[in-house]
């Protein structure tokens, strides 16, 4: 067995993974946006799928206790986690870019703190985090029923996830409100529908957000 980096276990896999994301995005919206965060107004991959693969990464660091099974020993290198963070961010910039270009956000709100913090944090480190556990987890050697089960939710948690993002895609929702960067909030209202998520139904609503929200 390879160890895992930093000493990395199943506690402290999960508290990084969920201070990513939904964490971050929360606290972001929260201090920056000037929103509270409401699962039903937001896409359902970020306000289930994302704690169910903190979950999944949990469970890939538990089945994984005395490091990375031998399979899958490369994950552990420096090598490895670089490629990896640089293939998640390609794709998260390749992502950002062809958003705009098709008018699923505008500019004001591809720029936003919880968007950016998506494409450039979530992708890259979230994205490797999840990833490396996860096929830990599924190459690890299977020692008894809740290996077995372990194995099945992590498989589960993925299918979901993937799942509510195919959903997502039809369902759009407001996912990033327009953001001022030199007022530090959101721009004002009425904010105009140019954008696929602006002329969605699902707008957060001025009872989610905080008092002084502008």
Known sequence: M???P???DWVSGVVIAFAITP???VALAL???RRIIRPRAEFTALAYGDPLLCAACGIGFALTPDGLPRVVAFLGTTAAVLVSCAVWLGFGLWQWVDELRRGYYTAAQAFSPTKVWHQLVVYPIFGT???FAGLAGLAAPITGVASVLGKVAIGGALAAWVLMNVHDRSHPRLGHPPYD???LRPSPRPWPRTSTTLRTPYEVSHSDRPDDAG
């Open 2 to 4: 390879t160890p895992w």
């Open 31 to 33: 201090l920056l946006e």
């Open 129 to 131: 985090l999840v990833g």
């Open 181 to 183: 960067w030199r007022r």
């Open 6 to 8: 930093l000493g990395l």
């Open 23 to 25: 964490g971050g995005h």
